[in-house]
């Protein structure tokens, strides 16, 4: 229901008419009051009845549920974000857990691979290689005077387990944590693409040229960071969606310059960490116990060995060499081992290749690789994590032999969308006697145990954490997100888990419960920030909760006062 003192915030808007219908910023429809109508020059321009938010919730709600496929409930929804934002995100509010897998995994994959048919208005900034001349004034035109506290930018090599989508970005999820849209900015940056099916298209509506790379692309990467860094030096620029040869170098290169986040490198692996936190307490052992085997060391697969590493060694305080040591990565060449070769070892994997004389007379395949099912005989994991985009490269014989090697085999089929997964969770259940501890990509149903009770099966999904990073970093206004600050938030996620409390409930909180979780996530990484003295605000500790409650945007209409020389 709506709150009556938020709901009492006065709004002074410059634009009447048309134009204020028109602006999904400042829309309300027919909830605009009798006095609003007169004084907005609307009084004409709508049917009679005054509807509060919740009616046009109700009425929104029913015409989604009209839609019988998903893909037609996500471009519903769009519509309605193009329209109304106060509206969208309060009908998404109320119905959170049911229509996250509409307007992101599984069904985003699907409206992004048809983006370009599906295209109806351009949202956002779209930044295009062979326009780079023109790049500071078609980035002031989008943002000059307006107040830029996030920027999700993203050059769409890598999306949602589809690859390749040459445009297209996805904010939506940045928002959970209460972020005010209007602060809020999405950027496409058009390099070209190497998907032939886009490049045939006739209705593709990027740039159609083969993705530029090296030096060039470096060039036009920086010159957008660059005004960023310029124009918005407090703001939160957020990677999205990079490929695996420019998503940790990109993050390297500007962590230290600007406060800067990678979705895929860091939320993945800050989300896993917390999951993998939260089975530790349930097992009553310690990360640095842990043996782990990750299947796909792409972005996401690195991202997630790198921050299970740190996490190691800060909570564990186990040393960085020694904490590499527990980790086995297998990618398209088998396990990662010294005599692969530069060919094979990408950079940032160096860290974790094993030595050659390890794996002597370990069997190996035609090509010399080393295979999962070797790697679980021999290493007799604890923790397998899946990232490989590979469908049903758990196999039963991979799950019973890790179930030979651990009591509580803790098993994470990570990849998106869900027609990827490495294994269901209900075979991963089967195939362990119940024994599993289990967290996977994309929402799935509860597993049955051997005794009949349900096994809530934990979404491991960034949108549990990196909205509250990014809004706690936001906040505190520091110059860096810093590892520190997201391990804080990492563990604030993992203490909420339903599984310290009950070991056959879920690794992870409900994903309803997203903006509550998110908020604690948020408070953390501000606690952090000023233990550490990081932070760019002048605020005590103790306040910090009240603090960023105050500073979330809520999808809520207010009170408008026509004012000429009001906002736009």
């Given at each position: 229901?709506?709150?009556?003192?938020?709901?009492q915030i006065?709004?002074?808007v410059a634009?009447?008419?048309e134009?204020?219908l028109?602006s999904?910023?400042w829309?309300?429809?027919?909830?605009?009051?009798?006095d609003?109508?007169k004084?907005?020059g609307?009084?004409g321009r709508?049917?009679?009845?005054?509807?509060?938010?919740?009616?046009?919730c109700?009425r929104?709600?029913?015409?989604l549920?009209?839609?019988?496929?998903?893909l037609?409930?996500?471009?519903?929804l769009?519509?309605?974000?193009d329209q109304n934002?106060?509206?969208?995100y309060?009908l998404?509010?109320?119905?959170l857990?049911?229509?996250?897998?509409i307007?992101y995994t599984p069904t985003?994959a699907?409206a992004i691979?048809?983006?370009?048919?599906?295209f109806r208005r351009s949202e956002?900034l779209?930044?295009t290689f062979?326009?780079?001349?023109?790049?500071?004034e078609d980035f002031?035109?989008?943002?000059?005077?307006?107040q830029?506290?996030?920027i999700?930018?993203?050059?769409?090599e890598q999306?949602l387990?589809i690859?390749?989508?040459g445009v297209?970005?996805?904010?939506?999820?940045?928002?959970?944590a209460?972020?005010?849209?209007?602060k809020?900015l999405s950027?496409?940056?058009?390099?070209g693409?190497?998907?032939?099916d886009?490049?045939?298209d006739r209705l593709?509506v990027?740039w159609p040229?083969?993705?530029?790379?090296?030096?060039e692309y470096?060039q036009?990467?920086?010159?957008?960071?660059?005004?960023v860094?310029k124009y918005h030096?407090?703001s939160l620029l957020h990677f999205?969606?990079?490929g695996?040869t420019?998503?940790k170098?990109?993050l390297?290169k500007?962590?230290?310059?600007?406060?800067?986040?990678?979705?895929?490198?860091?939320?993945t692996?800050a989300?896993?960490?917390a999951?993998?936190?939260?089975a530790?307490?349930v097992?009553?052992s310690k990360?640095?116990?842990?043996?782990?085997?990750?299947?796909g060391?792409?972005?996401a697969g690195l991202?997630?060995?790198?921050?299970?590493r740190?996490g190691?060694?800060?909570?564990?305080?186990?040393?960085c060499?020694?904490?590499?040591k527990?980790?086995y990565?297998?990618d398209?060449?088998?396990l990662?081992?010294?005599?692969?070769g530069?060919e094979h070892?990408?950079?940032g994997?160096q860290?974790?290749?094993?030595?050659d004389e390890?794996?002597?007379g370990?069997?190996a395949n035609?090509?010399?690789?080393?295979?999962?099912?070797?790697?679980?005989?021999k290493v007799?994991?604890?923790?397998l994590i899946?990232c490989?985009?590979?469908?049903?490269?758990?196999s039963?014989?991979?799950v019973r032999?890790?179930?030979k090697?651990?009591?509580?085999?803790?098993?994470?089929?990570l990849?998106?969308?869900?027609k990827?997964?490495?294994?269901?969770?209900?075979?991963a259940?089967?195939?362990?006697?119940?024994?599993a501890?289990?967290?996977?990509g994309?929402?799935?149903?509860?597993?049955r145990?051997p005794?009949g009770?349900?096994?809530?099966?934990a979404?491991c999904?960034?949108?549990?954490i990196y909205p509250g990073?990014?809004?706690?970093?936001?906040l505190?206004?520091a110059?860096a997100?810093?590892?520190?600050?997201i391990i804080a938030?990492t563990r604030?996620?993992a203490?909420?888990a339903?599984?310290?409390?009950d070991?056959?409930d879920a690794l992870?909180?409900d994903?309803?419960?997203a903006?509550?979780?998110?908020?604690e996530?948020a408070v953390a990484v501000v606690?952090?920030?000023?233990e550490e003295?990081s932070a760019?605000?002048?605020w005590k500790k103790?306040?910090?909760r009240?603090?960023v409650?105050?500073?979330?945007w809520k999808?809520l209409?207010g009170?408008y006062?026509y004012d000429?020389?009001?906002?736009?």
């Amino acid at each position: 229901m709506t709150n009556v003192a938020d709901a009492q915030i006065i709004h002074r808007v410059a634009l009447r008419g048309e134009a204020i219908l028109t602006s999904p910023r400042w829309n309300k429809g027919t909830a605009f009051t009798l006095d609003e109508r007169k004084a907005f020059g609307l009084t004409g321009r709508l049917p009679f009845r005054v509807n509060t938010l919740d009616e046009q919730c109700d009425r929104a709600y029913d015409q989604l549920e009209a839609r019988e496929e998903p893909l037609r409930k996500n471009t519903f929804l769009q519509s309605l974000k193009d329209q109304n934002w106060v509206l969208y995100y309060a009908l998404l509010s109320r119905h959170l857990k049911e229509l996250i897998p509409i307007i992101y995994t599984p069904t985003e994959a699907e409206a992004i691979s048809n983006y370009s048919h599906l295209f109806r208005r351009s949202e956002g900034l779209y930044l295009t290689f062979p326009t780079r001349d023109s790049m500071e004034e078609d980035f002031l035109e989008q943002t000059k005077g307006r107040q830029i506290d996030l920027i999700v930018c993203s050059d769409a090599e890598q999306i949602l387990g589809i690859g390749d989508q040459g445009v297209g970005v996805n904010i939506q999820r940045s928002l959970l944590a209460g972020v005010d849209p209007a602060k809020a900015l999405s950027v496409t940056l058009d390099v070209g693409t190497d998907n032939e099916d886009l490049l045939n298209d006739r209705l593709y509506v990027g740039w159609p040229h083969k993705r530029v790379r090296g030096e060039e692309y470096d060039q036009f990467i920086d010159k957008f960071v660059q005004l960023v860094r310029k124009y918005h030096p407090h703001s939160l620029l957020h990677f999205e969606d990079f490929g695996v040869t420019n998503a940790k170098r990109l993050l390297d290169k500007y962590r230290d310059k600007h406060a800067v986040f990678n979705d895929d490198v860091q939320g993945t692996g800050a989300v896993t960490l917390a999951c993998i936190m939260s089975a530790v307490g349930v097992t009553k052992s310690k990360l640095a116990d842990q043996r782990f085997v990750v299947f796909g060391a792409g972005s996401a697969g690195l991202g997630i060995t790198r921050q299970l590493r740190d996490g190691i060694v800060t909570i564990d305080g186990v040393d960085c060499d020694e904490a590499n040591k527990k980790f086995y990565l297998i990618d398209r060449a088998g396990l990662i081992k010294a005599s692969l070769g530069a060919e094979h070892i990408r950079d940032g994997l160096q860290e974790f290749v094993r030595p050659d004389e390890e794996w002597e007379g370990v069997p190996a395949n035609e090509r010399g690789e080393i295979e999962l099912l070797e790697v679980v005989k021999k290493v007799r994991p604890t923790v397998l994590i899946g990232c490989s985009t590979r469908a049903g490269a758990f196999s039963e014989d991979v799950v019973r032999e890790m179930a030979k090697g651990t009591e509580r085999p803790i098993i994470l089929p990570l990849s998106n969308p869900s027609k990827l997964h490495e294994v269901t969770p209900q075979d991963a259940n089967d195939w362990t006697d119940g024994k599993a501890l289990l967290a996977t990509g994309s929402p799935f149903p509860p597993c049955r145990l051997p005794n009949g009770k349900e096994y809530i099966v934990a979404e491991c999904n960034n949108a549990l954490i990196y909205p509250g990073l990014g809004l706690g970093a936001m906040l505190a206004q520091a110059r860096a997100l810093a590892d520190t600050m997201i391990i804080a938030g990492t563990r604030r996620l993992a203490s909420l888990a339903p599984a310290l409390k009950d070991p056959d409930d879920a690794l992870l909180p409900d994903f309803g419960d997203a903006p509550a979780v998110n908020y604690e996530v948020a408070v953390a990484v501000v606690e952090q920030a000023i233990e550490e003295g990081s932070a760019g605000v002048e605020w005590k500790k103790e306040d910090v909760r009240e603090k960023v409650a105050e500073a979330q945007w809520k999808p809520l209409y207010g009170t408008y006062v026509y004012d000429p020389e009001g906002k736009a």
